[in-house]
């Protein structure tokens, strides 16, 4: 995987632009606040609610989303993935013009064919592999996030030395940015989301349960689980040294229980399922699924969260967590 950073990037193609940000939400803020600092020309569209007196509050000129789309020769379209069919016909298409770029920070509606730009533009992904405040505090301390990048097409003949200027500005080539396409990223995050995160939820209230009818307080087993703090400290070392490195920091007897008993807990049952799951993300099943279930006022969802909070570790945890934050405080 070759990465891209500073040296291969230049901010000249963006010279004399004004980049519009339809959408200052999570990502929106970070990319719009990172451009300016660089030194690029920023307007902000959105809707009249707290993101837009964010943006005013941090001194961008702010109108509509179909008057920044009109104003933009860039356009960053970070609105939510679920808002983007609904709003692109009325706001936002209607400001494409030839010559436009137009620039998303996820791979799901393109790439799954949702919403479909027109010729004429070039049509960029920059995908920054960080939610939005990490991003803007990376791009702060000089540093900057990876990011996953992709020209989904290229009219001008110039759409890759835009999408480097675009991730020089945001300080992503400080970190390093590498090729994908959109349909790719899509389906590697909903795979990401669906079957490592799904099964890892799945995993930890089995263990729960499984150990308080053993015998291991509630309390104890949300501290052993995540709250210490020591998975995430497990999981970041990975990051840094390695999936199988990270293990040498620990005791030998955890090196053996762990590498002995791993490959005896995935049953033929759940690695089928996986296998069924990852199928209906890349045939298009669950993106029709979840169109359906927006479409219908997403009660399910709502019924899932309702239940996921109402799980007794879900109860358990908030006088550990308290205990836990309050140590932490102590320290620092």
Same mark, same amino acid.
């Given at each position: ?11 000249? @193609? ?18 719009? %606040? ?5 030194? !690029? ?52 298409? @209607? ?21 479909? @730009? ?84 799945? #995993? ?19 501290? &052993? ?63 029709? &699924? #979840? ?17 996921? %909070? ?9 006088? !550990? ?12």
């Amino acid at each position: 995987m070759q990465l891209y950073k500073d040296a291969d990037a230049s901010l000249a @193609p963006l010279a004399g632009k004004t980049v519009a940000v339809l959408g200052y939400g999570n990502q929106g803020q970070a990319q719009a %606040l990172n451009l300016r600092d660089s030194g !690029v020309a920023v307007l902000v569209g959105n809707r009249d609610d707290l993101y837009r007196e964010r943006a005013l509050a941090d001194g961008f000129a702010v109108c509509s989303i179909a008057e920044a789309a009109r104003a933009g020769e860039v356009l960053l379209v970070l609105t939510t993935d679920e808002s983007q069919p609904l709003i692109w016909a009325e706001q936002i298409l @209607p400001g494409v013009t030839a010559g436009k770029t137009l620039v998303w920070a996820s791979g799901y509606n393109v790439g799954f064919g949702l919403i479909v @730009p027109p010729p004429g533009v070039d049509v960029l992904m920059v995908a920054p592999r960080m939610i939005g405040v990490q991003v803007r505090e990376l791009y702060v301390r000089g540093s900057g996030a990876l990011a996953q990048v992709a020209v989904h097409q290229d009219a001008s003949g110039q759409a890759w030395e835009r999408l480097l200027a675009l991730c020089k500005g945001m300080g992503l080539t400080r970190g390093g940015v590498f090729r994908s396409t959109f349909r790719e990223e899509a389906e590697l995050d909903l795979f990401a989301e669906q079957v490592i995160w799904a099964g890892l939820e799945a #995993w930890f209230l089995e263990c729960f349960e499984l150990g308080v009818a053993h015998g291991f307080s509630p309390e104890l087993m949300v501290m &052993e689980l995540y709250a210490s703090g020591e998975t995430a400290q497990i999981f970041a070392n990975m990051a840094k040294n390695g999936f199988f490195r990270q293990m040498l920091h620990h005791s030998t007897t955890s090196q053996y229980g762990t590498l002995s008993r791993s490959a005896h807990l995935l049953p033929v049952a759940l690695r089928d399922k996986a296998r069924e799951i990852l199928q209906g993300i890349h045939d298009g099943s669950f993106v029709g &699924e #979840w169109s359906s279930e927006q479409a219908g006022g997403a009660a399910r969802l709502e019924a899932l969260r309702a239940a996921a %909070l109402a799980h007794p570790m879900s109860q358990a945890e908030a006088s !550990v967590i308290a205990a836990v934050q309050a140590v932490h405080q102590e320290q620092g």
